[in-house]
């Protein structure tokens, strides 16, 4: 079901002052930035190998990266993984008593489908499951 960590998604209060700590300290690069209205994000992708780091910035006092920044501050709000078929993975995870937090995949940054599952569930990890064409 799993093939990979798709990107680990963290919650910043500034984007153009985040990303300045992964481009000047860590040499990497921002592929693009886009805000994602359903969710109530500004989204930085920034390619580490196989993977990304996702910064998020909240472009709604009442988004849930706001309400997550106000209630623990800057840091990893949740881990993605990829799958092959959200419908499906979703329809398994329930099957093994996992609660979702959303039914039906949504549409998230970069054009993936996405869905979160409840952290309660999930060790208090807040985890995405992602699938990308």
Same mark, same amino acid.
């Given at each position: 079901?799993? &093939?990979?960590?798709?990107? /680990? #998604?963290?919650?910043? &209060? +500034?984007?153009?002052? !985040? ?19 359903? =969710? ?6 920034? %390619?580490?190998? +196989? &993977? ?11 988004? %849930? ?10 840091? /990893? =709000?949740?881990?993605?993984?990829? @799958?092959? +078929?959200?419908? $499906?993975?979703?329809? $398994?995870?329930? &099957?093994?008593?996992?609660? @979702?937090?959303?039914?039906? %995949?949504?549409? #998230?940054? #970069?054009?993936?489908?996405? !869905?979160?599952?409840? %952290?309660?569930?999930? +060790? ?10």
């Amino acid at each position: 079901m799993i &093939s990979k960590i798709d990107h /680990i #998604g963290v919650a910043v &209060s +500034n984007i153009d002052e !985040a990303k300045k700590l992964y481009e000047e300290v860590f040499g990497l690069e921002v592929s693009g930035i886009e805000v994602v209205e359903e =969710q109530k994000v500004k989204v930085a992708f920034i %390619p580490t190998g +196989n &993977s990304k780091i996702e910064l998020l910035e909240s472009t709604d006092p009442e988004g %849930p990266v706001a309400k997550y920044l106000a209630k623990r501050g800057e840091g /990893i =709000q949740h881990m993605a993984l990829r @799958v092959t +078929n959200i419908t $499906e993975a979703l329809e $398994e995870v329930k &099957s093994k008593g996992i609660r @979702v937090i959303d039914e039906k %995949p949504r549409y #998230g940054a #970069g054009g993936a489908k996405i !869905a979160f599952l409840h %952290p309660k569930d999930t +060790n208090g990890v807040l985890i995405e499951l992602c699938e990308r064409e």
